[in-house]
């Protein structure tokens, strides 16, 4: 990948050295240097793959993977690393995730497997209409996003901590000291950032915004523009040294509460006991058993020749890991495992069987997946979609050889104690995903996300007199706008007061089933899509045996149980005439996943991130 070099930068290396000691100490080792920055293409652009020996980072941005490895290089977890990651990204790829957005970790610590929430919560005043307008219709998206009206109580920064107390290695305030240093001296705009400036109608509606990502004749910053956020930096710093109190109460907490009551024209009711009262959760992961045909063979799934893998991932509020094993274990009741790549790409034949299988898993995500403290799970247990028997019964409705069914029903997995009625299809966009294996045998995968492109397009500032502050999610619009179906049973997704709004993140760990050895740490950013994302790159390492920078390299498909969909210009005619033909309806369209992926392999980690950002994989 071409690079300028930026010698803006070479003058901070001294300065944010000498601030390592001022902030955390130098017993913490942590030196933080700024690296040059890359300026460069930001459309597609061809990534090697990274192969390192005992530790790496992936990434969504250069900078942020960087601070990740020097967090790593002065002894740090990977969960010290994920955390100096997370806050490089609120400065520098602030649209897609920050502390004034939600996450969640899976976390493995060379025995066990964590998954921390830090997901938004609906204030204590939401009510199920939040999103309907005066004629009690679900609202436009982008006037329910716009504005307080769509901000949960932000939960990022609690849940690193929280992860942060129980494998930690490094002071929690020595990890905010490359985020504090790039706010304070500057980071060039990346073409991403950019070009997602230029197309952003509602930011500079909000004075602070307009004040920070504009100039002064109200033109967005372009690439390679110089940036400083001097805001970020005193907030990063308070947050350093008080820890997730600092945000959820006192003076900023006031601040986002204003910001959020006071939105001249879309009001939230956001307030401080809301975020005083913010708690993350630790949940038990959901894992379930995969077995694929050892690379090279192309056998029924349970033969010999196979190898079982244990994926683990979050449950609900997600929705992603439960989407993700239920296509999985349906493609193990079709021939799919006998489907190879032709020319490097899925065939139609594979194509028809996933996308059936997506319509199936989406009908049951859109039935039954919401918050677990508000609605039971189907036969009381999430696994209860997950059975064998179960998903053998559902596959039956895939015509293996003949027509598309086009759209599923929901199955019947187990009686929930209210019955509900499906949740429609909704946007979902933004987001960032972070991998992290340290030379201590942890490994993580991240999902984290302010929901839209640019949140609430509302940007915190305590009103110091400094430029810049972070942005705040718009993540209640995850749950459905229309509290009830048309039939008046209740969508179990709906608005109410306490609520965790369902998610598509899908942050992956597997292990080998046998040997409990880490295997894989996967995750990408794209809504509803990242379902599909993820599910690909786990298919294509696990199953046709691609290094995890190929397997993320295939073109996108999918379905949400409507049209079947294709990255545009990835897939030939004769495999879309093909798909045509068994009745799908054809979606192609710009499938941007943000995937980012590490290995485990005979030498030490592969890592992939996905030409379609900017991420990276750094490590040692
Ligand atoms: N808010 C979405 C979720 O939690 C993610 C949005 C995105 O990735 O674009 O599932």
Redesign the pocket.
């Known amino acids: 990948m071409p690079k300028t070099r930026n010698s803006l930068f070479s003058a901070g290396t001294v300065a944010a050295a000498l601030f390592a000691c001022g902030l955390a100490g130098c017993a913490t080792g942590l030196k933080y240097e700024i690296p040059t920055q890359p300026e460069g293409e930001s459309a597609s652009i061809s990534k090697p793959g990274w192969a390192t020996h005992t530790s790496a980072v992936a990434a969504a941005n250069p900078l942020a993977a960087d601070a990740g490895r020097q967090v790593l290089r002065a002894g740090g977890s990977a969960i010290d690393a994920a955390i100096a990651v997370q806050m490089v990204l609120t400065l520098v790829e602030p649209q897609s995730s920050g502390i004034g957005g939600?996450a969640f970790l899976m976390h493995f610590d060379g025995k066990t497997t964590q998954a921390f929430d830090g997901?938004e919560v609906a204030p204590a005043k939401a009510t199920p209409s939040l999103f309907l307008n005066a004629e009690g219709k679900p609202m436009a998206f982008i006037d329910a996003v716009v504005g307080g009206r769509s901000v949960g109580v932000p939960g990022a920064v609690a849940m690193l901590a929280l992860a942060h107390q129980q494998h930690g290695k490094l002071p929690w305030s020595a990890l905010f000291l490359p985020a504090i240093t790039l706010a304070e001296q500057g980071f060039a705009v990346s073409p991403r950032m950019a070009g997602l400036l230029a197309n952003e109608a509602n930011l500079k509606n909000d004075p602070v915004a307009a004040n920070y990502f504009y100039d002064q004749q109200g033109k967005p910053w372009p690439v390679g523009h110089h940036l400083r956020n001097p805001e970020l930096a005193e907030v990063l710093r308070d947050i350093a040294k008080l820890g997730p109190d600092a945000l959820h109460k006192g003076e900023l907490a006031k601040a986002i509460v204003q910001k959020v009551q006071k939105h001249p024209s879309n009001p939230g009711s956001l307030s401080e006991s809301d975020l005083a009262a913010y708690r993350p959760l630790i949940r038990e992961p959901l894992c379930f058993d995969y077995a694929a045909p050892v690379s090279g063979t192309a056998t029924a799934a349970t033969s010999a020749s196979s190898r079982v893998y244990r994926l683990c991932g979050m449950p609900p509020p997600?929705?992603?890991a439960l989407a993700i094993g239920q296509i999985l274990g349906l493609l193990q009741h079709t021939p799919a495992a006998s489907q190879k790549l032709v020319s490097g790409q899925p065939n139609a034949d594979w194509l028809h069987l996933y996308t059936e299988a997506a319509r199936l898993a989406f009908a049951d995500r859109a039935q039954f997946v919401a918050d677990p403290q508000f609605v039971a799970a189907p036969g009381g247990n999430w696994h209860s979609m997950l059975r064998s028997g179960y998903l053998a019964e559902r596959a039956k409705a895939i015509d293996i050889a003949g027509k598309s069914m086009n759209s599923a029903k929901p199955g019947n997995p187990g009686a929930q104690s209210l019955s509900y009625a499906p949740m429609p299809d909704q946007m979902?966009?933004?987001?960032s995903h972070i991998s992290v294996v340290d030379a201590y045998g942890n490994a993580l995968a991240m999902?984290t996300?302010i929901?839209?492109?640019w949140g609430a397009r509302m940007m915190v500032n305590r009103g110091a007199g400094l430029a810049g502050g972070f942005l705040l999610n718009n993540?209640l619009t995850?749950f459905s706008f229309a509290p009830t179906g048309s039939d008046g049973q209740p969508i179990a997704n709906r608005v109410e007061p306490g609520k965790r709004?369902?998610?598509?993140?899908s942050p992956t760990l597997v292990f080998d089933k046998a040997t409990q050895q880490f295997v894989l740490s996967a995750g990408?950013?794209?809504?509803?899509l990242?379902i599909h994302y993820t599910a690909k790159t786990l298919y294509g390492i696990l199953n046709w045996g691609l290094n995890s920078q190929d397997a993320i390299n295939l073109p996108n498909f999918g379905s949400n149980n409507g049209p079947t969909l294709l990255e545009a210009k990835r897939f030939d005619a004769a495999t879309v005439t093909s798909l045509t033909d068994r009745g799908h309806k054809i979606t192609e369209m710009p499938m941007p996943s943000g995937l980012q992926a590490i290995e485990r392999t005979s030498t030490g980690f592969f890592g992939g991130a996905d030409p379609r950002r900017e991420g990276v994989v750094l490590g040692d």
């Open positions: 939600g997901r997600s929705s992603g979902e966009y933004g987001t999902t996300t929901e839209d492109g993540q995850d709004p369902r998610s598509s993140m990408s950013p794209g809504g509803a990242i």
